[in-house]
């Protein structure tokens, strides 16, 4: 049975740090994302990670503060996120695939986690 648990979500000053965790379960996935949801608004594209060869990207809302990295033993898939803004708070969603090409939209996963959710205070 295929899982993704997100975990690392909480409460954080503007200027603060956290770092999300997906563990992925059932398979070994080709490439991973991450997206984010606010509230009244779209899910939209945060960043992925190609799993073969480690390429990642970023959305150019996050470029520079957050950062996309995996652990192969582990199974798992990381997004450290730094100089938090209140403009990122939502729920943060894990994403994963089996094609080796990290896409930017929902369209481009399969499997998807609970969410965590993410607030930052001003």
């Known amino acids: 049975q295929v899982q993704l648990v997100e975990s690392g979500g909480g409460l954080v000053q503007a200027g603060g740090s956290l770092r999300l965790s997906c563990a992925a379960s059932?398979?070994?996935?080709?490439?991973m994302g991450w997206f984010r949801q606010a509230p009244g608004k779209e899910r939209e594209y945060v960043a992925a990670?190609?799993?073969?060869?480690?390429?990642?990207y970023c959305s150019d809302s996050v470029k520079g503060r957050f950062t996309v990295s995996r652990n192969n033993v582990k199974n798992t898939v990381y997004l450290q996120m730094n100089s938090l803004k209140p403009e990122d708070t939502a729920v943060y969603y894990c994403?994963?695939?089996?094609?080796?090409?990290?896409?930017?939209?929902?369209?481009?996963?399969?499997?998807w986690g609970q969410g965590t959710q993410v607030t930052v205070s001003s």
């Open positions: 059932g398979r070994t996935f080709r490439s």
């Open positions: 994403a994963a695939d089996l094609s080796p090409v990290a896409g930017t939209t929902q369209n481009d996963y399969t499997y």
């Open positions: 990670i190609n799993w073969s060869d480690e390429i990642t």
